[in-house]
């Protein structure tokens, strides 16, 4: 491999704007975590059946991609709440492992149902900004993938001001930090489990209106942004909103710049063992112990 200046500067533009979709994937997990202290390991099966309905209304009914979220974020809460209410609510006090077991259950339930109804087939949507790219110097920055990373970070800040300044933020807020106290104070606890899990899978919504320009459909495609979303949360610190972001440009950093000094998906190497390295030494995260 020939290395230069002008490839590092690529690689680092490209993890940066990766990152942020990382980031705004991974705030709807750290976000569920922080509420309710489960990890959804079917997360990426939501991003999944998210971005097939992105696909199916871009490439079949003719819409703008980025239009898309007006049913997508709709979809996904609706159907976080359906599954919360189905699913993740008669085990909400259950022992973790039995948490940890459903989810991964519904998680491949998810996928069978993709492949059942849609094969195994990798779909790929052309869009007017598909194939849009500008300079900055010798580097080149496609359009689709800044504006995924603006749209991260817009919504990223809303959410945060959402969480930050409405009575329902503080109300999640309340919950995450005691819900017993919460609940001596009149917080609907039960209701705000419900809404939070219902808003942290309308993220993926966004995320997937944002990924349908320049990223595939498949009954498999959750698989790597769950546990790339699973890594960093316990990066950043689990249940903290700030360090989920943080943690998701990293992971785009170390992602895109691992792969100018190894070949192929060798650069995943670089992201597990990051993520082994702050296990051993700071368990707790980067973040870790502070609320937010």
């Known amino acids: 491999m020939i290395f230069s200046f002008e490839l590092l500067a690529q690689a680092i533009v490209m993890g940066l704007l990766i990152g942020g979709i990382y980031a705004l994937i991974s705030v709807g997990l750290s976000m569920i975590w922080g509420v309710m202290k489960i990890i959804n390991f079917a997360h990426g099966e939501f991003l999944m059946a998210a971005m097939y309905i992105a696909f199916f209304l871009t490439a079949k009914a003719g819409w703008d991609p980025y239009l898309t979220i007006f049913v997508t974020v709709p979809a996904l809460f609706l159907i976080g709440v359906f599954i919360f209410q189905l699913t993740i609510k008669p085990i909400l006090y259950d022992p973790p492992m039995n948490q940890i077991m459903l989810t991964v259950g519904l998680s491949l339930i998810m996928q069978n149902l993709a ?59 309340a919950t995450s930090q005691n819900p017993s106290a919460a609940m001596l104070v009149g917080v609907n606890v039960r209701n705000i489990y419900l809404i939070a899990f219902g808003i942290g899978s309308a993220t993926l919504g966004v995320a997937a209106s944002l990924m349908i320009p320049f990223y595939y459909t498949s009954p498999t495609v959750g698989l790597y942004f769950g546990l790339i979303a699973y890594v960093i949360v316990v990066l950043g610190g689990l249940g903290n909103f700030i360090g989920a972001l943080v943690a998701g440009l990293i992971i785009g950093l170390t992602e895109a710049v691992g792969a100018v000094f190894l070949p192929g998906s060798f650069s995943r190497v670089i992201v597990f063992g990051l993520f082994i390295v702050v296990l051993l030494f700071r368990p707790q995260g980067i973040f870790g112990g502070k609320q937010q």
């Open 115 to 173: 492949l059942f109804f849609f094969k195994a087939d990798v779909l790929t949507s052309s869009t007017a900004y598909t194939k849009m790219n500008f300079y900055l110097g010798e580097v080149v920055v496609r359009t689709s993938q800044l504006i995924a990373f603006i749209g991260a970070a817009i919504t990223a800040i809303m959410l945060y001001w959402f969480l930050q300044k409405t009575e329902l933020g503080r109300a999640i807020r």
